[in-house]
């Protein structure tokens, strides 16, 4: 052999040999959170952890349920019906998949791997693939596969595909492998989307590793797309920056009686003190001056045993588990009054809603619990007032007092003989008109007019002014103790109430923020000296901690302390994030002047701007927005994998038939 043929042979074993060695190749240990804009074929365990959402271990040639619920996503272009093959083993009862919660396979126990195939409707985007089953075994599954064949193991990224990732301020590096060329943008985004900071990398003849460094001062959306060629993720790190210390936390002087009052499905937009120009609110509005308002609180759920669930344990409806009628809180779970309790406090709870009961678990460490029907008023309905007022005067100090007004909730009215102060404005409709108009109002196509908008709003407001008067009948039984200046006060809803503003009536079918956004009002004791208004997003789960940490306790929950905020006239990064129950998988999202609005059944989106029109969709106009948006909600999303399902079911039947009516009343049943 000549010199120049071995050199030239030499130098293509080479050629074949790096080619080998550095073909695209992914991470093990990649976060399913990534928003990937390409047709995922197959999940595989050549792939990693990439689809791996929930409760799956990554074997070495399989992945292993850990429990008897885990989950896969798979990311699709296109919504199209298609077929989906599973290789999977299963020793023990069978097991169910559905795909983003829509209709049930059944799963047949197999001690060998076996293949089983069925053609299901996958959505544009994100599809949660959900094994679920009861009992000891083992389910096992080797892939998933899209099409009639297995495709070959394909790289993330082909020319014009792209992924997104939202990541928090901090410093890392993203890896890519193999032969092409990449741009990688950094999108921040605050009142407007910031200039993304764009750059390419890679190109050659021979595969190679493209390292981008990352160093950011504010929470950002990387795009990594593919010019041209096949890339792979290789390896991805990232460290958050430290949390800024928070400022000084004031502390309670002893134990002072604590009072919470909600009213049921009251929108901030329709009292006094958030800007009404209807005298809804006037006793509201006088307490408010003593307290701390905050202009943009949000409830973490948009139906009334889930959100107060989340207010009585700090916790977002996704970590304790109460997201569908059929759910009680869970007995692990610490509860505010169980938290007073060991302090000495005596506790009550006093609700004229149904759904607010003892028989849902809300009854944890509650020595005295009053529940009274507040749907209609008549000679057999006690209300509700009297009750918390015979108790509240006996109960030794210092006492939690939790009192729960179901109005304003549609299709609620005011009791007979109650003089409105607006009367003059028009016909109060009566109960029966009230049901008509709610009901009618949930259905955006059905024929729904300027005179039913403005009838339906005058009795919900009427609602309201009703609340307001009992509401202040509690002041006044406070400040006839002569505990009103060192008491703590809190005045909230547990969600608002749709009223057509985007052609619905109504709540717990949809999350618009008219329907999660609440009045959140404090009165902290004289002594902390903290009153005015606070801009800053926050939640219901940030009740708790508030209170926990005045006592001078940090626990470990889904909210913080509303008085950890540096500054309170300033929109800060904290997120606000609701949840409804029909359907199933829409949440709504809150941060800055931005709202976003997500299915993770069907991934449909809707994005405003509160600061412009707040009923006017713009996700067309920004399309980098709706993108950042998105990979944040899975971020957030991501935060709840692989924790327990500890929820606890009850069999609704066995309610009392009077509580069955009414909740199908209210739109529950």
């Given at each position: 052999?000549?010199?120049?043929?071995?050199?030239?042979?030499?130098?293509?074993?080479?050629?074949?040999?790096?080619?080998?060695?550095?073909?695209?190749?992914?991470?093990?240990?990649?976060?399913?959170?990534?928003?990937?804009?390409?047709?995922?074929?197959?999940?595989?365990?050549?792939?990693?952890?990439?689809?791996?959402?929930e409760g799956f271990t990554l074997k070495?040639?399989?992945?292993?349920?850990?429990?008897?619920?885990?989950?896969?996503?798979?990311?699709?272009?296109?919504?199209?019906?298609?077929?989906?093959?599973?290789?999977?083993?299963?020793?023990?009862?069978?097991?169910?998949?559905?795909?983003?919660?829509?209709?049930?396979?059944?799963?047949?126990?197999?001690?060998?791997?076996?293949?089983?195939?069925?053609?299901?409707?996958?959505?544009?985007?994100?599809?949660?693939?959900?094994?679920?089953?009861?009992?000891?075994?083992?389910?096992?599954?080797?892939?998933?596969?899209?099409?009639?064949?297995?495709?070959?193991?394909?790289?993330?990224?082909?020319?014009?595909?792209?992924?997104?990732?939202?990541?928090?301020?901090?410093?890392?590096?993203?890896?890519?492998?193999?032969?092409?060329?990449?741009?990688?943008?950094?999108?921040?985004?605050?009142?407007?989307?910031?200039?993304?900071?764009?750059?390419?990398?890679?190109?050659?003849?021979?595969?190679?590793?493209?390292r981008h460094e990352l160093a950011l001062?504010?929470?950002?959306?990387?795009?990594?797309?593919?010019?041209?060629?096949?890339?792979?993720?290789?390896?991805?790190?990232?460290t958050p920056a430290p949390p800024a210390?928070?400022?000084?936390?004031?502390?309670?002087?002893?134990?002072?009686?604590?009072?919470?009052?909600?009213?049921?499905?009251?929108?901030?937009?329709?009292?006094?003190?958030?800007?009404?120009?209807?005298?809804?609110?006037?006793?509201?509005?006088?307490?408010?001056?003593?307290?701390?308002?905050?202009?943009?609180?949000?409830?973490?759920?948009?139906?009334?045993?889930?959100?107060?669930?989340?207010?009585?344990?700090?916790?977002?409806?996704?970590?304790?588990?109460?997201?569908?009628?059929?759910?009680?809180?869970?007995?692990?779970?610490?509860?505010?009054?169980?938290?007073?309790?060991?302090?000495?406090?005596?506790?009550?709870?006093?609700?004229?809603?149904?759904?607010?009961?003892?028989?849902?678990?809300?009854?944890?460490?509650?020595?005295?619990?009053?529940?009274?029907?507040?749907?209609?008023?008549?000679?057999?309905?006690?209300?509700?007032?009297?009750?918390?007022?015979?108790?509240?005067?006996?109960?030794?100090?210092?006492?939690?007092?939790?009192?729960?007004?179901?109005?304003?909730?549609?299709?609620?009215?005011?009791?007979?003989?109650?003089?409105?102060?607006?009367?003059?404005?028009?016909?109060?409709?009566?109960?029966?008109?009230?049901?008509?108009?709610?009901?009618?109002?949930?259905?955006?196509?059905?024929?729904?007019?300027?005179?039913?908008?403005?009838?339906?709003?005058?009795?919900?407001?009427?609602?309201?002014?009703?609340?307001?008067?009992?509401?202040?009948?509690?002041?006044?039984?406070?400040?006839?103790?002569?505990?009103?200046?060192?008491?703590?006060?809190?005045?909230?809803?547990?969600?608002?109430?749709?009223?057509?503003?985007?052609?619905?009536?109504?709540?717990?079918?949809?999350?618009?923020?008219?329907?999660?956004?609440?009045?959140?009002?404090?009165?902290?004791?004289?002594?902390?000296?903290?009153?005015?208004?606070?801009?800053?997003?926050?939640?219901?789960?940030?009740?708790?901690?508030?209170?926990?940490?005045?006592?001078?306790?940090?626990?470990?929950?889904?909210?913080?302390?509303?008085?950890?905020?540096?500054?309170?006239?300033?929109?800060?990064?904290?997120?606000?994030?609701?949840?409804?129950?029909?359907?199933?998988?829409?949440?709504?999202?809150?941060?800055?002047?931005?709202?976003?609005?997500?299915?993770?059944?069907?991934?449909?989106?809707?994005?405003?701007?509160?600061?412009?029109?707040?009923?006017?969709?713009?996700?067309?106009?920004?399309?980098?927005?709706?993108?950042?948006?998105?990979?944040?909600?899975?971020?957030?999303?991501?935060?709840?994998?692989?924790?327990?399902?500890?929820?606890?079911?009850?069999?609704?039947?066995?309610?009392?038939?009077?509580?069955?009516?009414?909740?199908?009343?209210?739109?529950?049943?």
């Amino acid at each position: 052999m000549q010199p120049r043929h071995f050199l030239l042979l030499a130098t293509l074993a080479l050629l074949l040999f790096t080619t080998a060695c550095s073909a695209p190749r992914a991470a093990r240990d990649l976060p399913p959170t990534w928003v990937w804009d390409c047709d995922q074929d197959r999940i595989h365990p050549g792939d990693g952890t990439l689809n791996a959402w929930e409760g799956f271990t990554l074997k070495a040639d399989r992945f292993e349920a850990d429990g008897e619920s885990a989950q896969f996503i798979l990311w699709r272009r296109r919504a199209a019906a298609a077929e989906l093959s599973v290789e999977y083993s299963l020793r023990g009862r069978p097991a169910t998949l559905t795909v983003n919660g829509g209709a049930a396979v059944k799963l047949a126990p197999s001690g060998e791997f076996r293949r089983q195939q069925f053609r299901v409707p996958l959505a544009a985007g994100f599809n949660f693939l959900r094994f679920a089953r009861k009992g000891k075994g083992v389910l096992q599954v080797r892939s998933v596969t899209v099409g009639a064949r297995a495709p070959r193991l394909r790289p993330h990224l082909r020319r014009g595909e792209s992924v997104s990732l939202f990541v928090p301020a901090g410093s890392g590096h993203i890896e890519l492998r193999g032969r092409g060329r990449a741009r990688i943008e950094e999108q921040a985004l605050d009142g407007e989307p910031l200039p993304a900071v764009a750059r390419e990398r890679g190109g050659g003849l021979f595969p190679r590793r493209i390292r981008h460094e990352l160093a950011l001062a504010r929470p950002t959306t990387v795009r990594v797309t593919c010019l041209r060629g096949e890339l792979s993720v290789g390896a991805f790190a990232f460290t958050p920056a430290p949390p800024a210390p928070p400022p000084s936390h004031p502390r309670l002087q002893g134990r002072p009686d604590i009072t919470v009052i909600l009213g049921d499905a009251c929108q901030p937009s329709h009292l006094g003190v958030y800007g009404y120009g209807r005298n809804t609110s006037p006793h509201i509005d006088a307490f408010a001056a003593d307290a701390v308002v905050y202009e943009n609180a949000h409830a973490n759920a948009s139906f009334t045993r889930s959100s107060v669930a989340t207010l009585l344990t700090g916790l977002y409806p996704d970590s304790h588990k109460v997201r569908v009628l059929q759910h009680e809180l869970p007995t692990r779970l610490l509860t505010l009054p169980e938290y007073l309790n060991a302090k000495g406090y005596r506790t009550g709870i006093f609700s004229s809603s149904t759904v607010i009961a003892p028989h849902f678990g809300l009854n944890q460490g509650v020595e005295r619990f009053a529940n009274v029907r507040g749907l209609k008023f008549d000679g057999n309905n006690p209300l509700l007032l009297g009750k918390f007022s015979d108790w509240w005067r006996r109960a030794e100090a210092p006492r939690f007092s939790y009192v729960h007004f179901l109005q304003p909730h549609l299709p609620t009215v005011p009791p007979p003989g109650f003089l409105l102060p607006f009367a003059h404005e028009g016909k109060v409709p009566g109960y029966p008109r009230m049901i008509e108009l709610a009901e009618r109002g949930k259905h955006p196509e059905r024929p729904f007019g300027a005179d039913d908008v403005r009838e339906i709003t005058l009795g919900y407001d009427a609602s309201i002014a009703w609340m307001d008067g009992e509401f202040a009948k509690i002041i006044a039984m406070i400040k006839e103790r002569g505990l009103y200046d060192d008491s703590l006060i809190v005045f909230l809803a547990d969600h608002g109430e749709a009223l057509r503003e985007h052609g619905v009536v109504g709540h717990g079918s949809n999350v618009y923020e008219e329907t999660t956004r609440v009045p959140l009002i404090v009165k902290y004791p004289r002594s902390l000296g903290r009153r005015g208004r606070a801009a800053f997003v926050c939640e219901l789960a940030d009740v708790f901690p508030t209170i926990a940490a005045l006592f001078g306790h940090e626990i470990e929950l889904d909210g913080r302390s509303l008085l950890s905020r540096a500054d309170a006239n300033a929109l800060d990064d904290q997120l606000a994030v609701s949840r409804s129950f029909n359907p199933i998988g829409l949440y709504g999202m809150r941060w800055r002047n931005w709202y976003h609005i997500i299915s993770t059944k069907t991934n449909r989106q809707q994005l405003y701007r509160l600061d412009a029109d707040p009923l006017q969709e713009v996700g067309g106009r920004y399309p980098q927005a709706a993108r950042w948006f998105k990979a944040r909600f899975l971020d957030w999303l991501g935060r709840f994998r692989n924790r327990r399902d500890f929820s606890v079911e009850m069999n609704l039947r066995k309610l009392p038939a009077g509580d069955i009516d009414e909740m199908k009343t209210l739109g529950y049943l």
